[in-house]
Every structure is written in structure tokens, then in C-alpha cells.
């Protein structure tokens, strides 16, 4: 065996928020055929993750450093690496998939480029895949996400070739073995879902009188962020501060820190659509998707028809534990018969297989190109500051070295700024807007 397939592979995963970090490094590590050598890179935005949420995430990486798009294709020019996980947002994948392109042209190899979904996918279907089609492989972390996700892109003539069959990368823990003493109840809170203070005033309520019907029980709030910081999606409520003006019963507390801890002492799992439910139901925790809002595409839980998980609040302050429906847990990549450590064999197969393809790889394709796309594309590369050809614009944010102490306060105050408009400003604009 040559020592070139011995050694670490170098892979590079370009993230934009806390948990598409946590999803590109955890997917880098089950998917490359061999030991790894990880570079992290967090791309400069709304999104950048802070030091507490990278720790809370508990991901390590060799290095980790924040850059701007064209920052992150300087860097992939002028260094050699294996894999590369794109762990971004649709449009950012398709705008990194153009410049690497342009990056690459001159070069006699490139490496193996992946991206993929953190989570569910309820919303936005054919835009999301089709910003992401280009990559080696586009996973899908169920069989019927790539059922769906083959069948776009061979709705449109494009190759599916890509599309690749894995699990949730973060799935893992002990199983379930009986209640807890005290019983545990915990709600995984959601950013962006549900988005009225009515409706996120409603679910706290409901998840207090809980507590307060159930004295013996521990009720826990999960929080994905502290105010002020953002995750993938923005949060203009905090659940914080909305439960600051109620009364809290003892037995009901906020929590921060890694859903797989918090799961080892959960009883009952209780969520509007968050992928925390697929985590729980791999681990055969008892587990209930709220209906009391609806059952909406705008919530994401109509994802769960069919799972036996729906239920209400009446229903769970009456001590219902809803029984999931094992055909529907088998097509949701959630793993809970066991096959989990199977489940990237076919990607690991797959990049290995192009790893040593003769020649290299060939220049990557996306389906969206000035011929195809000419009204949306450019706009798209123009938000990361990329030409039509994916070629860095003139004035483009980037440096040729690490930005100086007073740049690094600028850029500081400056997100700041930014994060202080969408969480504080932008809406009050809009509910003076509603007036």
C-alpha cells in the first residue's frame, strides 16, 4: 500500500453557523475513508459562531479560523487538501461551488467536494437542492430524502449521480432503558419556529403549567443560544426573555449545553419540528412533535406525518407517550434497529473511489450557469462578492495576512452592530410596520 494511502487525508470544512459547523465536521469524520487532518473555516456573517456556541457545539478541529468567501478561496487555491465539506446555506454552496471552479481551473487535481442538510427538510425543496447541485456528493440523511432529492434533479435533466444516501451525522448515545427519577421532560426550542411572540408565548405557558400540573416531574427548557448570539436560523424572541416576566415553578429551569447530554437524562422529548426529535427517536426516547399550533409547513412538524409522534399538550398533561411508527422511522435515516454503523459506508466507498480516480476529478458542473440561471445566478455569487465566472470582484473583502488588533475590533463592533439591528431594530420595524 503506497504511504500516500496511509496517511491522514487533509479535509477542510467551510461553515456558517454553529450548527452546520457541528453537521460539516462530524459528517468530515464519518465520511472520509481514513484518518483525517481537519482545518476548520467559519465564514464571516450573520452567523458566526461564537467561542461559547463552538464549545458547546464539541467539535474539535487542527485549525479553526474565520474568513470571508474570497478569503476561503485564496486559501483553497494555494493549498492541497482531500475533501472538502461544504456546510453552508444553499446559495452560499452554489457561490463557493462557481469560485472553487475558477480556483481550480489550472490545477491538475482538486479535491472530493461535499455538502449536504443539517437536518430535516421541509421547506424549499428544489431551490435548496438545485443551490447545491455541482458538489461529488450531495448527501441525503434518510432514504426518502434521497428518493426526493434524485427525483428533483432528474426532474430538471440534471445528473443525480451525486446524491448519496447517509444518516444524521450527530446520532449516537445509549439507548433508552426506562424512567428517570425524577421523570424528565424536556422541550427542544427552536429559533425561527415557531415566530410570533403569541405563539412562543403560548408554548412557554403550556410548557410552565406543565410543570406546575407535575410537581414531581423536572422540566426542562433547551436553549439553542444565548441573546445576541445566532445560530442557523435568527432568533428575535428568546424564549429567556419572554419566561423573565412569568412566575417559574421550581421544578422548571433553562438549559444550555449538548442535546446528547441532556437526552441521557431525558424521559420525554417534547418539540414543534426540531431535528432534536430524530435524535431522540434514534436513542427510542418517547418523544411528541406538538399539533397545537397546527400541523403547517411553515412549522415543519407536517415532516412528521405518519411518525405516530404528533400530539398536544392536552394530550401530554394527560400522560399520553406517543409510540413511533417503525416503518416511518426506518426511511428517516434515524438508525434506532441499529444498522447507524453502516451508515456512511456507501459515501466513505464512494469518495474513496474518487480519491483515486486516474487523472483526477473533472472540473465541478453545478446545474445553475449563466446560460441556465442568467436572473438569478449573478445575484447569488454577487452576495459573497463573486462575478459571474465566479471570479472575486474588484474591492472585494479579503486579506493577503491576519487582520491587525484595530481590524479585529472594527469587525467586532461592527457584527455587533449588525446583530444588535436584526435582534433589536429590524423588529420593531416591522411590528410598527403591522400597526
Same mark, same amino acid.
Given at each position: ?38 482545518? &476548520? ?38 493549498? $492541497? ?8 446555506? &444553499? ?24 455538502? &449536504? ?165 434514534h436513542r427510542r426516547i418517547p418523544t411528541a412533535v406538538l399539533t397545537d399550533l ?12 405518519? $411518525? ?50 486516474? &487523472? ?76
Amino acid at each position: 500500500m503506497p504511504a500516500s494511502a496511509t496517511k491522514p487525508l487533509r479535509v477542510a470544512v467551510l461553515a456558517d453557523s454553529d450548527t452546520r459547523w457541528k453537521w460539516g465536521a462530524l459528517t468530515a469524520n464519518r465520511v472520509a475513508p481514513r484518518d483525517v487532518r481537519l482545518d &476548520g473555516f467559519l465564514l464571516r456573517g450573520r452567523a458566526t459562531p461564537t467561542a461559547r456556541q463552538l464549545g458547546e457545539v464539541g467539535v474539535t478541529a487542527d485549525s479553526l479560523r474565520e474568513v470571508t468567501a474570497v478569503e476561503f478561496l485564496r486559501a483553497m487555491r494555494e493549498e $492541497s487538501y482531500d475533501l472538502l465539506v461544504l456546510a453552508l446555506v &444553499g446559495g452560499g454552496v452554489q457561490a463557493m461551488l462557481h469560485g472553487l471552479k475558477r480556483a481550480w481551473e489550472d490545477r491538475p487535481r482538486r479535491p472530493v467536494v461535499v455538502t &449536504g442538510y443539517v437536518g430535516v427538510v421541509y421547506e424549499k425543496l428544489a431551490d435548496g437542492l438545485l443551490l447545491r447541485h455541482g458538489a461529488d456528493l450531495v448527501l441525503a440523511n434518510s432514504r426518502q430524502d434521497a428518493d426526493r432529492f434524485r427525483a428533483v434533479y432528474e426532474g430538471v435533466g440534471a445528473d443525480a449521480s451525486s446524491v448519496t444516501e447517509v444518516a444524521l451525522p450527530f446520532l449516537g448515545g445509549d439507548s433508552y432503558e426506562g424512567e428517570h427519577e425524577p421523570y424528565t421532560v424536556v422541550f427542544a426550542a427552536q429559533p425561527s419556529v415557531p415566530e410570533s411572540r403569541k405563539d412562543r408565548t403560548y408554548l412557554l405557558n403550556r410548557l410552565v403549567e406543565h410543570a406546575r400540573r407535575h410537581p414531581e416531574r423536572e422540566v426542562l427548557l433547551k436553549l439553542r443560544s444565548k441573546p445576541g448570539e445566532h445560530t442557523t436560523h435568527i432568533e428575535e424572541l428568546p424564549y429567556q426573555k419572554l419566561s423573565q416576566r412569568l412566575d417559574l415553578p421550581a421544578n422548571f429551569r433553562l438549559v444550555y449545553g449538548h442535546m446528547g447530554e441532556v437526552l441521557d437524562r431525558t424521559d420525554l422529548l417534547v418539540t414543534v419540528s426540531s431535528t432534536a426529535a430524530l435524535e431522540s427517536l434514534h436513542r427510542r426516547i418517547p418523544t411528541a412533535v406538538l399539533t397545537d399550533l397546527g400541523i403547517r409547513e411553515s412549522l415543519g412538524n407536517h415532516h412528521f406525518l405518519g $411518525s405516530g409522534c404528533l400530539a398536544s399538550w392536552d394530550q401530554l398533561d394527560d400522560g399520553h407517550r406517543p409510540v413511533p411508527d417503525a416503518e416511518w422511522v426506518a426511511r428517516q435515516g434515524v438508525a434506532s434497529d441499529g444498522s447507524y454503523g453502516t451508515a456512511f459506508d456507501a459515501a466513505r466507498a464512494r469518495i474513496a473511489k474518487l480519491l483515486d480516480r486516474p &487523472g483526477g476529478l473533472p472540473p465541478l458542473t453545478p446545474y445553475y450557469t449563466p446560460v441556465t440561471a442568467p436572473g438569478y445566478l449573478p445575484g447569488i455569487l454577487a452576495r459573497h462578492h463573486l462575478g459571474p465566472d465566479g471570479t472575486p470582484l474588484p474591492g472585494a473583502p479579503a486579506a493577503d495576512k491576519e487582520p491587525g488588533p484595530v481590524r479585529q475590533i472594527v469587525r467586532r463592533a461592527a457584527r455587533g452592530a449588525y446583530r444588535h439591528g436584526v435582534q433589536r431594530v429590524a423588529p420593531v420595524i416591522r411590528r410598527m410596520g403591522e400597526l
